[in-house]
């Protein structure tokens, strides 16, 4: 009916909303981060890989996380980790961790690409923002795993269609701009990028079902512990 499917839009973009919400928060926080004249690239990744291995899997950063005071819960760290391994080799690499702190806004993102090596350590103030990020990264994670059950109740491929006015079967940017104006969804400038820039996992300008789907199969918990145990086998292999 037609009460029910309004209904079910309203919950859909009650989540998107929400989501944006943490994005946009995320996204200062690596703006404020890149203009520390220190945090470059290089500096960021030793810290998450301080071996120098030219990666970190899993395990690692869920030691080098403990390191930093920052706890996390094991699903936390393992659901942040899944976010940025793009093509699921199972190791961050030195790209992994640009998407990690790159800002979805242009000129800062430049700032960022910009810089020559320092000479210098992140220093306090660069580490707490670091911190900072890395922390929310892992609330958000934990929050998304909670919002993913909501969604799960619902059909993946319903919801799709029902947002899909064009019937073209994938979402561009400008179609998600229109999509979010069209249903009064609260934006701010960059609110389609920062949604494109988390769910466009391959990175090929669009969003599909399959786009997502394959996202969520890839963020259960059945999913993180086998690719854990995994590591566990490899790692005593050596």
Not at 81 to 105: A, M, S
Not at 201 to 229: N, Q
């Amino acid at each position: 009916s037609s009460a029910a499917s309004d209904v079910y839009k309203r919950q859909v973009y009650e989540l998107i909303e929400e989501h944006l919400d943490m994005e946009r928060r995320l996204e200062l926080m690596k703006q404020d981060l890149v203009v520390q004249d220190e945090a470059t690239l290089p500096n960021i990744c030793h810290i998450l890989d301080p071996d120098n291995n030219g990666y970190v899997q899993a395990l690692g950063l869920l030691d080098v996380l403990r390191g930093l005071k920052l706890g996390p819960d094991r699903m936390a760290c393992y659901l942040l980790f899944d976010r940025f391994d793009k093509d699921l080799d199972g190791k961050w690499e030195y790209e992994d961790v640009r998407n990690l702190v790159n800002p979805v806004k242009k000129d800062y993102s430049e700032i960022l690409a910009g810089k020559e090596e320092s000479k210098k350590k992140l220093g306090k103030d660069s580490m707490v923002l670091l911190n900072r990020l890395l922390r929310s990264y892992l609330d958000m994670e934990l929050t998304n795993s909670i919002n993913r059950t909501k969604v799960d109740k619902m059909d993946v491929k319903k919801m799709f269609e029902e947002l899909d006015m064009n019937k073209e079967g994938f979402f561009t940017l400008e179609n998600i701009k229109i999509l979010l104006k069209d249903n009064n969804v609260y934006t701010q400038e960059d609110d389609a990028e920062l949604l494109m820039n988390r769910y466009d996992r391959g990175k090929c300008g669009r969003v599909t079902p399959v786009s997502y789907t394959h996202l969520r199969a890839h963020e259960t918990d059945s999913y993180l512990v086998c690719r854990l145990l995994l590591e566990k086998k490899k790692k005593k292999k050596k």
